[in-house]
């Protein structure tokens, strides 16, 4: 490797970390206290085989990620559960992850395109919540590992070197996350775009390389199947998110909302503002009209790039079919991260060399305003961090004197970034402060910023209604009610249309668990005791009167 391409490989390395520097400086958020849990438990390594990602043993569910487990309890051994070197790691992960997709397009189509696909992959505001935040290093590890899996089947080194290779990086990139079950089909397509043979023409030209893609595709699957079946067997399911709704109208939607999510920046709030809609459809007709314009230009192997880039990023979907992308908050963004991979192999093949000629004004203009929009994602995690941890400390603080805190409504993410799950905040204040307290959260919400006494909540005969101003509202699934809760349920007020999934009014009713109980709220910036003082016989047993809006 020449001194010339060290320093562009280094350049693209430092652009990425850069990118997504401020979430170094971030705390821990949401599953990151779950994740403290698994790797602080850690026995061995045949342990980490033989459980699911949370550390639970006999057929509990969940996901089955050995390999991410062992990277996490590797940083907690060397660190201690310390976020700066979490974040310098996931910094470093995907630094690296943009130096091989780099490397895997330059083989594609050359250096050049190489380096675009490079900086849009690095500059993607989409990483976000795969970069910033610990948990989210599941997508970024899975990437990194599948990734020379991928780039060895395009060497000049003898077939069984390549298979192998092959076949060994595929099972252990399997062990990382679900993800990486895609990997046959992502091998047969990189393997096809690559086999281009301009020396035939037609059907033949297009077929051309099926027979080697075959032969990726099936080594690689060979090496995903055992991993199944030892998902199979350790945790007793496929492995899902448990509350996932399931169907064909489920799979359609989560399809709509990854695609619009794919092609806008995470700062456009498409469902509060479906104008805004408008986006997403001017980039797939920007996208139809260079891929015409290749194919009008005989621009043949561009065009089978692009089309291989299209066709990843459908495929990585598949694992992640029913698991839409919260287009209010960001949540579930990170199902984006292995698809992105294909977008920058798209990119590069219809960004091509004359385009840059003539339009570099305006891929400087592109270059900068990803560079800024990353910048804007990966901040937002600071102070949602603090967030985070002050109202670990405010529960605790809530809880002193009694056996229970009731939580009526919980920032989930303060902006683009994730703060609180209603178990996150129950093993953060186990963990940290009292084992025997009990913490019930009940609604969730949604802050835009971080303001006193906007959210005020009032008690009838048997529930608390809450009500909020547009800095902080409730958050609601949009197309169904809200997961039964036994231990504290919220729903809409009665007549209330379900919206957009952001509603300002929220009806709680909340269940004691033990005689001495305290209710708090949060206000919009910290938690505020409810109401008065509260016991089990003011909530009363009787039916929920209709609330009037």
């Not at 705390?27 to 698994?38: E, F, N, Q, Y």
């Not at 949540?331 to 960004?351: C, H, Q, T």
């Amino acid at each position: 490797m020449s001194r010339r391409t060290l320093i562009l490989v280094g350049g693209l390395g430092l652009l990425a970390a850069l990118a997504f520097l401020p979430a170094a400086f971030s705390a821990m958020h949401a599953d990151d206290w779950v994740l403290r849990r698994t790797v602080s438990s850690f026995d061995s390594i045949a342990w980490a085989f033989t459980r699911n990602d949370l550390g639970q043993a006999n057929d509990a569910g969940h996901f089955y990620r050995p390999a991410w487990v062992l990277y996490n309890v590797g940083i907690y051994e060397a660190f201690g559960f310390n976020p700066a070197a979490y974040h310098a790691f996931s910094l470093v992960l995907y630094a690296v992850t943009t130096v091989g997709i780099w490397a895997l397009i330059r083989k594609l189509l050359g250096p050049v395109p190489a380096v675009i696909g490079a900086v849009g992959f690095a500059l993607y505001p989409r990483h976000g919540e795969s970069v910033s935040w610990i948990s989210g290093n599941t997508d970024l590890l899975a990437t990194a590992l599948l990734l020379p899996a991928l780039l060895v089947l395009l060497t000049r080194w003898p077939a069984w070197a390549r298979l192998s290779l092959a076949f060994g990086l595929g099972a252990i990139a399997a062990l990382g996350k679900e993800s990486s079950y895609a990997l046959p089909a992502l091998a047969a397509v990189v393997v096809w775009a690559y086999m281009d043979d301009p020396a035939l023409a037609g059907f033949r030209r297009f077929f051309a390389g099926a027979r080697e893609a075959s032969i990726a595709a099936l080594v690689t699957l060979a090496a995903v199947v055992p991993v199944f079946f030892a998902r199979q067997a350790v945790i007793g399911t496929a492995g899902s998110y448990e509350t996932t709704p399931e169907g064909a109208g489920r799979i359609l939607t989560a399809l709509a909302s990854q695609l619009v999510a794919a092609t806008t920046p995470p700062q456009l709030e498409v469902l509060r503002h479906p104008w805004l809609a408008i986006v997403p459809v001017l980039v797939v007709v920007v996208i139809v009209w260079q891929l015409v314009s290749l194919a009008k230009r005989d621009e043949y192997k561009r065009l089978r790039v692009a089309i291989a880039g299209f066709a990843w990023f459908f495929l990585s979907l598949v694992p992640a079919a029913r698991l839409a992308v919260d287009l209010n908050t960001t949540n579930g963004e990170r199902f984006l991260y292995l698809g992105s991979v294909g977008l920058a192999i798209a990119l590069a093949a219809l960004v091509g060399p004359e385009l840059l000629a003539w339009r570099r004004p305006a891929a400087a203009v592109a270059v900068l305003a990803g560079l800024a929009l990353s910048l804007w994602s990966a901040s937002n995690w600071i102070p949602a961090g603090d967030l985070a941890q002050r109202l670990v400390d405010e529960t605790a603080e809530a809880g002193e004197d009694v056996g229970q805190v009731v939580l009526l409504s919980v920032p989930e993410n303060l902006r683009t970034a994730h703060v609180h799950l209603g178990f996150s905040l129950r093993f953060a204040v186990e963990d940290e402060h009292r084992p025997d307290l009990h913490v019930t959260v009940c609604a969730p919400m949604q802050a835009r910023s971080l303001d006193d006494g906007v959210v005020v909540f009032t008690q009838t005969p048997d529930a608390f209604v809450g009500v909020s101003g547009p800095q902080a509202q409730f958050d609601f699934p949009v197309r169904r009610a809200p997961d039964e809760r036994p231990a504290c349920s919220f729903a809409r007020p009665d007549g209330a249309a379900s919206g957009d999934g952001i509603e300002h009014e929220v009806v709680v009713r909340p269940v004691p668990l033990v005689p001495e109980w305290a209710l708090v709220y949060f206000d919009g910036r910290k938690l505020v005791p409810c109401c008065g003082a509260a016991s089990e016989s003011e909530l009363g047993g009787g039916t929920a009167p209709r609330i009037q809006t």
